[in-house]
Structures are given as structure tokens and as C-alpha cells.
Nanobody, 116 residues
Framework: QVQLVESGGGLVQPGGSLTLSCAASKSIFWRSAMGWYRQAPGKQRELVATITSGGITNYVDSVKGRFTISRDNAKNTVYLQMNSLKPEDTAVYYC??????????WGQGTQVTVSS
């Protein structure tokens, strides 16, 4: 079964931290570069962080220095550690393959709300 299950979102104050997790089926995760995407209300989904199967990471400028993507290949899981959160980080966060032409069906996502 091909699936992605995101978790770990919630309500946090500005400056706070959250860690998101994404459990993927092996057929999605194996030897694939993975990414975290987010979609804010009224905006298009954007790719914010990627990690190759070998662990090379890349980030969009707006989260660089605050977010850290990692993966556990034994658990078919990818993580997103988010620090110094800002209200503009509020969005539904999704994981999927990082190469757009190989993206599979989206999971349900996890809501992150940054507000005082």
C-alpha cells in the first residue's frame, strides 16, 4: 500500500519549536529524495526542505537556519525539526518525494499554527 502519514503538528507560540514526522511506505521512501511541503490558506503548496537518500539537505531561504530535515532509512521516516517558528510558518505541512515528476498521492498533512 502506497501511503504517507504526517504527524506532530499543533499550536505553538512564536519562537517555539515543533518536530514533524512522516511515515512512508517503503516503495515511496526507498532510495528517494524526500521533501517537506507546506500550504498556507489561499496560497500554493511550496517545497520548503529536501533530503536525498544519502542525507544531503536543502532549504528554501525563508526557513534556512530554523528548520532541519532528517531521515531514518531503517524506519522509512522523514522528520522536520522547526525552531524559532513565526506566524508566517502557519500552514498544513505535507511530505512527499522531492522530485516533482515522481510525487505520489498526498497524505492528510499536519496542521501547524503559530500564534500567540
Amino acid at each position: 500500500q502506497v501511503q504517507l502519514v504526517e504527524s506532530g503538528g499543533g499550536l505553538v507560540q512564536p519562537g517555539g519549536s515543533l518536530t514533524l514526522s512522516c511515515a512512508a511506505s517503503k516503495s515511496i521512501f526507498w532510495r528517494s529524495a524526500m521533501g517537506w511541503y507546506r500550504q498556507a490558506p489561499g496560497k500554493q503548496r511550496e517545497l520548503v526542505a529536501t533530503i536525498t537518500s544519502g542525507g544531503i539537505t536543502n532549504y528554501v531561504d525563508s526557513v534556512k537556519g530554523r528548520f532541519t530535515i532528517s531521515r531514518d532509512n531503517a524506519k522509512n521516516t522523514v522528520y522536520l525539526q522547526m525552531n524559532s517558528l513565526k506566524p508566517e510558518d502557519t500552514a498544513v505541512y505535507y511530505c512527499n518525494r522531492a522530485v516533482l515528476t515522481t510525487i505520489v498521492s498526498w497524505g492528510q498533512g499536519t496542521q501547524v499554527t503559530v500564534s500567540s
